[in-house]
């Protein structure tokens, strides 16, 4: 089983940046793919990014260009550098741990308790 643990979250201003940090730990070996997913208040979860253990990367389009998904192997650690932040990416935001790739909406595998960012002026 995987624990994943996240950080990073707060509350920043339109523009503004912020980055996540999620630090895997227990049956790490098993782990393919990491990712970051958020749900906005009244909304569905939604994939914002994923990064597989060889580096291939997908992002949803409303988050490219802004959004930078990475991954330090031996820290067992994924992040997600996020800049010009809109008041529309305001959510509580997920980490995931998977085997499949890409990542889909319907994702299984583990989940962290979530971060909040609220972009707001």
């Known amino acids: 089983q995987v624990q994943l643990v996240e950080s990073g979250g707060g509350s920043v201003q339109p523009g503004g940046s912020l980055r996540l940090s999620c630090v895997a730990s227990g049956s790490i070996f098993s782990i393919y793919v990491m990712g970051w997913y958020r749900q906005a208040s009244g909304k569905r979860r939604e994939l914002v990014a994923g990064i597989t253990t060889d580096g291939h990367t997908q992002y949803i389009d409303s988050v490219k260009g802004r959004f930078t998904i990475s991954r330090d192997g031996a820290k067992n650690t994924v992040y997600l550098q996020m800049t010009g932040l809109k008041p529309e990416d305001t959510a509580v935001y997920y980490c995931?741990?998977?085997?499949?790739?890409?990542?889909?909406?319907?994702?299984?595998?583990?989940w962290g308790r979530g971060t909040q960012v609220t972009v707001s002026s």
């Open positions: 995931h741990s998977d085997d499949v790739w890409p990542l889909t909406s319907s994702a299984h595998g583990s």
